[in-house]
């Protein structure tokens, strides 16, 4: 398959591209800093996610495009300015694909679109699957915009998969190296309350999805990236101070966390406990189901490099 991918050269995005080209497809990153590939059949082309371009006939002759452009969510704190810059980030990448699709002399087959479990909103203790309905707040309302800029393919006959996505792990990025430092120099602890649900995924199951999508003609619309076993914040930062041995007793107030995050606090002290509905009736099946052999395998892997 020639595979066109956004957000190509981020945490998630890199890793996925060279998954994809070792699986043998030609893959397309549309990106705005055009560098050399380091697999033969990766290419770059040039885009800024806001213009028509030389990109367009890429995605004319593409039989799969993955969405992943837009600003890091967690990178700073959520002023105006910020908000504004995550919104448009997404909402005029997704919309300028979109719109080309329009041009193309034959449908194309699948877009699948980056979301997240921001979607339902701070949650309690309910099991929230692919049925449950939007929630309120910033990240709802983007996920909500997001995913309506994409679903837009859908009139051109596109199926369309919406990846609602939870806490990716892996050490190269994400929040988990940020959270492993604290526990390294023996003062790691949950954020408090500690009884908010963290809805997380290794990163190879979220690549593994994004194949699974990719080869399964009947999954559209949203599918809950997650794995199947959410856990408490205090349970996930135990069995993270296990798998590094080190103590878990020096807890985040949320309220500190909020002084100094603004409304991006609410991330750590407020969840969502989602279950991966779609996937798990479809057939897919997680490499890393637990938290702790996700968290055992990452560690494992940084102590070999």
């Known amino acids: 398959m020639k595979i066109i991918v956004t957000g190509g050269t981020g945490f998630i995005g890199h890793a996925l591209v060279s998954e994809l080209a070792r699986q043998g497809h030609e893959v397309v990153v549309l990106t705005r800093k055009a560098g050399r590939p380091s697999q033969s059949s990766v290419r770059f082309v040039e885009w800024d996610a806001r213009s028509t371009a030389s990109w367009q006939a890429e995605v004319a002759s593409a039989d799969a495009v993955v969405n992943l452009a837009g600003e890091p969510i967690a990178e700073g704190r959520w002023t105006d300015a910020r908000k504004h810059l995550l919104l448009n980030s997404r909402i005029l990448a997704t919309r300028l694909l979109v719109d080309a699709l329009a041009g193309r002399s034959t449908t194309l087959p699948i877009l699948i679109s980056a979301s997240g479990i921001g979607y339902y909103g701070a949650s309690d203790d309910r099991l929230l699957d692919e049925r449950s309905s939007l929630g309120e707040g910033f990240l709802a309302n983007l996920s909500a915009a997001w995913e309506a800029e994409a679903l837009r393919a859908g009139q051109f006959g596109t199926r369309v998969v919406l990846l609602r996505t939870g806490m990716v792990l892996e050490r190269d990025g994400g929040a988990l190296p940020k959270m492993m430092l604290p ?123």
């Open 183 to 305: 526990f390294r120099l023996f003062a790691g602890g949950p954020v408090l309350p500690g009884t908010q649900w963290v809805s997380w995924i290794h990163r190879s199951d979220l690549i593994g999805l994004i194949q699974w999508a990719l080869a399964t003609p009947t999954i559209s619309g949203p599918v809950n990236a997650v794995a199947p076993e959410p856990v408490t914040m205090n349970a996930f930062c135990d069995v993270l101070g296990k798998v590094l041995h080190r103590p878990s007793w020096l807890p985040v107030p949320g309220l500190a966390l909020r002084l100094m995050l603004g409304e991006l606090g609410t991330l750590m002290t407020t969840g969502q406990r989602v279950e991966p509905a779609k996937a798990r009736a479809g057939g897919y099946s997680f490499r890393y189901p637990s938290v702790e052999s996700a968290l055992r395998a990452i560690v494992t892997k940084e102590n070999r490099v």
